[in-house]
């Protein structure tokens, strides 16, 4: 039997959520990426753009362009930080709410969906591999990852022998 790799099936996973979350933003001229960050700018009422990155929600090469385009299409407007003139902050517009509503319902049926055919135990599961993960990522270990750093160190232990 062919065993599941599990970093795929999270993949695909994601995959078709993006692909239903990009289809029903069609009409707005977003992806599912910005109507994810509009969602997370009408939780937090403002936000900086470093927060944004922070909190996991875009990477840090995109914020400025996805964040422009947001502005171009009319969802949200820059305000300048008072404490630092270097920083600003993004909130949203009366459209750009109005299509960061449209995500939490959609985001809100989706769930739905999923606790239907989920445990209390297994979105617990999953939430401890997302953890898992995140920590990982903020110790920088996991995208430093490979056979060198995990095997060698151990193969190269006080309690092995040295090679030649």
């Not at 630092?84 to 909130?91: E, G, H, M, P």
């Not at 993960?133 to 996991?142: P, Y």
Request: net charge positive.
């Amino acid at each position: 039997m062919n065993k599941i790799k599990i970093p795929i099936l999270f993949s695909r996973i994601n995959r078709l959520q993006k692909k239903h979350l990009n289809d029903n933003l069609k009409i707005f001229n977003l992806e599912s990426s910005q109507g994810i960050i509009l969602l997370k700018i009408k939780e937090l009422k403002k936000i900086t753009p470093t927060q944004l990155v922070d909190l996991g929600v875009i990477e840090k090469p995109a914020i400025s362009k996805t964040l422009k385009k947001l502005e171009g299409l009319g969802y949200i407007i820059k305000s300048q930080s008072n404490q630092d003139a270097r920083s600003f902050y993004v909130s949203l517009t009366k459209d750009g709410e109005r299509i960061a509503s449209h995500v939490e319902e959609f985001l809100d049926e989706l769930d739905k969906k999923f606790h239907t055919i989920l445990t209390d135990d297994n979105i617990q599961e999953i939430k401890n591999v997302l953890d898992y993960l995140e920590e990982k990522e903020i110790k920088k270990s996991w995208t430093k990852f490979s056979f060198f750093n995990y095997f060698v160190p151990n193969i190269l232990s006080p309690q092995s022998p040295k090679p030649g």
